[in-house]
């Protein structure tokens, strides 16, 4: 059975600091892997998704993410954080694109000034 | 163009009565999908729809839960009987089908059960 790890339920971050969230991942075969955001009281954005290919992904709002096959790991990333990056975030794995998702229990990301 | 709605946007309802939810997915997508999320138990999938096939419904909790999807386009989940662990926000996703497409969420529906 697929499952989603995301080993971290709250992070803590300075504006204009680095960020990676962690995102581990079981799946027997090639995964597609996603990031989403929640904003409070709002649904899910899509920030990035990997198929294949390239194990760098660029996504909106300037984040990132890197797969890492031998890992078993999709961690995101953003080089500098805004303090409008305070959210939640959930990755989520599948067989395909429009599959059935598996997701993660989510990051709360708290930006402190 | 437009997202994925979902209506109405919060439900507040006594035990034992019957809700319904609706989404309207975006124009085109022919998958659909119901999520559920709570507090502990992160997201949930319920249900699936994908074009004229049978829905994968694998994900409903109990018979009380139950979902249809008219001329491809517009889904109703119904609740039956209502509990208050059924409290939860319910989120519709959809899809264009495509093996390298994602899932577009809707804002979700807050059910609160008293």
């Known amino acids: 059975a697929q499952s989603v790890t995301q080993p971290d339920i709250h992070i803590t971050v300075s504006e204009g600091a680095s960020l990676e969230l962690r995102c581990n991942y079981s799946y027997g075969a090639t995964p597609y892997l996603f990031w989403y955001v929640q904003s409070p009281g709002q649904g899910l954005q899509l920030l990035l998704k990997?198929?294949?290919?390239?194990?760098l992904v660029q996504g909106i709002k300037g984040f990132e993410a890197e797969f890492k096959r031998s890992q078993s790991s999709f961690n995101l990333r953003k080089p500098s954080v805004h303090w409008s990056d305070a959210a939640e975030y959930f990755c989520?794995?599948?067989?395909?694109?429009?599959?059935?998702?598996?997701f993660g229990k989510g990051t709360m990301l708290l930006v402190s000034p | 163009g437009a997202g994925v709605s979902q209506s109405p946007s919060n439900k507040v309802t006594e035990k034992g009565k019957d809700v319904e939810l609706r989404c309207d997915p975006i124009?085109?997508?022919?998958?659909l999908y119901w999520y559920r999320q709570s507090l502990g138990q992160g997201l949930e999938f319920l249900i699936y729809f994908q074009g004229n096939s049978a829905p994968d419904k694998s994900g409903l909790p109990s018979d009380r839960f139950s979902a249809e999807r008219t001329g491809g386009s517009v889904s109703t989940l119904t609740i039956q009987r209502t509990q208050q662990e059924d409290s939860a926000v319910y989120l519709c996703a959809s899809s264009s089908g495509d093996p390298r497409s994602a899932q577009y969420f809707g804002p979700g529906t807050r059910l609160t059960v008293l």
């Open positions: 989520a794995v599948g067989p395909s694109g429009y599959s059935t998702l598996t």
């Open positions: 124009s085109g997508h022919t998958a």
């Open positions: 990997y198929f294949s290919g390239d194990t």
